[in-house]
């Protein structure tokens, strides 16, 4: 017979799982980040470049489903709720339009560049980079 532990591990495990826990988790902090904030305190200043950074990151959690957190961000660094168009952000980083990470966020472009930048070219440099 299952014990009331038993049946908690599995119905933790089983949340853990579907990813509905770290869901929970995310809201309950968001709420109780909500709930602290002081409404009277204006945002802080957020610079041209934070604005950028920010939206490349915002880019990244709303595709990967990370609505919660996109929302603590939001409201922790007193980034616009507005979204800056993509093309913006393309041109000012000067991404090349790619139809295969075109439906990526930008973040996985530019990571996927300099890792192709900062790759050895053969095998044997990578042996002499590796013994260096």
Avoid: C, W
């Amino acid at each position: 017979m299952a014990t009331a532990r038993d049946l908690k591990d599995v119905l933790k495990e089983s949340l853990a799982k579907s990813g509905v826990l770290s869901e929970i988790r995310a809201r309950i902090r968001a709420e109780v980040f909500n709930v602290l904030q002081d409404e009277t305190e204006p945002p802080p200043p957020i610079s041209n470049e934070n604005v950028f950074i920010n939206e490349l990151i915002r880019e990244y959690l709303i595709y990967n489903g990370y609505l919660f957190t996109e929302s603590v961000l939001l409201a922790e660094s007193g980034h616009p709720q507005f979204r800056l168009e993509r093309e913006l952000l393309k041109e000012k980083l000067r991404v090349k339009p790619d139809e295969e990470t075109d439906q990526l966020p930008l973040l996985y472009s530019l990571v996927s560049h300099f890792s192709k930048e900062n790759k050895p070219s053969t095998s044997a440099d990578a042996l002499t980079t590796e013994k260096s």
